[in-house]
């Protein structure tokens, strides 16, 4: 029964994700985006480089790392979509009321929130997929260009999305929606700065500085993921013409080496773990 009841409340959850103007929103800013991308690209082509134009192997080079900086802003409008989605949500019932009706029935919370969590990580992970797709047949139709492990690589954006929706479901037990969300994206964009200056520290020996990175990317996995995702896009021999402090992780669009089998454990464990706060703060919050 209560399978039954979670996979009800994923399906409301997605079928009222996709009548949010967020969606909208998400839309607007995906299509600008691809466009942009698709102007970007063309453009890259005709300049000439080395006192001629590029040739094949040095513009597919050069769209390797292109293709990270489009698929970052991919990833922060799924950030963005995912976080101020996930509050409203569950916040945005409980202080409407809706909830208590809902809770009214022989229904556990647990099973709400584990529905409305599976609902959005469909709809989180689907938008990732379809706009990353889109956004690599731009790239393969302008310079021919296809990443090396393209399902590894939006698995992974997948599994960064995820991660900060659960984020933004913990924090929606306690605080409003707009707060969560918030919150939820202020932690987003923290976590990747201090991935950025742990990677500098890297580049420059300074392992202290170094650590920040390492720390940042444990407490919360979506910088580690991004990296990881960076590194499934980009052509293999970008690493051998890029040396000196881009390859060490000074450039925070170029990675050096693919995620490891513990951090993927560490960040299903984080997943689980912070499912299960948030599930526990959900119980014991008055509607």
Not at 203 to 225: C, H, M, Y
């Amino acid at each position: 029964m209560n399978a039954g009841i979670v996979l009800t409340i994923a399906a409301l959850t997605i079928k009222e994700s996709a009548r949010r103007k967020v969606l909208r929103a998400l839309a607007l800013l995906t299509v600008v985006l691809l466009g942009l991308s698709a102007w970007g690209f063309s453009m890259m082509i005709t300049i000439e480089f080395d006192g001629g134009v590029m040739t094949t192997g040095e513009a597919k080079l050069v769209a390797s790392q292109m293709l990270n900086l489009v698929m970052f802003g991919l990833s922060l409008i799924a950030a963005l979509g995912t976080a101020f989605l996930a509050g409203p949500t569950l916040a945005g019932e409980i202080e409407s009321g809706i909830a208590l009706a809902v809770l009214a029935r022989p229904v556990h919370r647990w099973a709400v929130l584990l529905g409305k969590w599976l609902g959005l990580v469909v709809f989180g992970s689907g938008f990732v997929v379809v706009a990353g797709l889109a956004q690599f047949l731009i790239v393969r139709f302008i310079v021919g260009y296809w990443p090396p492990h393209p399902v590894t690589g939006l698995a992974l954006l997948a599994a960064q999305t995820t991660v900060l929706l659960t984020l933004g479901l913990l924090l929606s037990t306690a605080v409003s929606p707009m707060a969560s969300g918030i919150m939820a994206v202020g932690l987003f964009g923290a976590t990747w700065i201090a991935g950025v200056v742990g990677g500098v520290g890297l580049a420059l020996g300074n392992e202290g500085v170094a650590r920040i990175g390492t720390v940042s990317q444990i407490l919360l996995p979506t910088d580690g993921l991004w990296r990881g995702a960076m590194n499934a896009f980009q052509d293999p021999i970008v690493l051998a013409r890029f040396g000196g402090p881009a390859l060490e992780g000074g450039f925070p669009f170029l990675s050096n080496a693919p995620l490891t089998p513990a951090y993927l454990t560490w960040t299903a464990v984080w997943v689980v773990l912070v499912l299960g706060l948030a599930a526990l703060s959900f119980r014991r919050r008055d509607l």
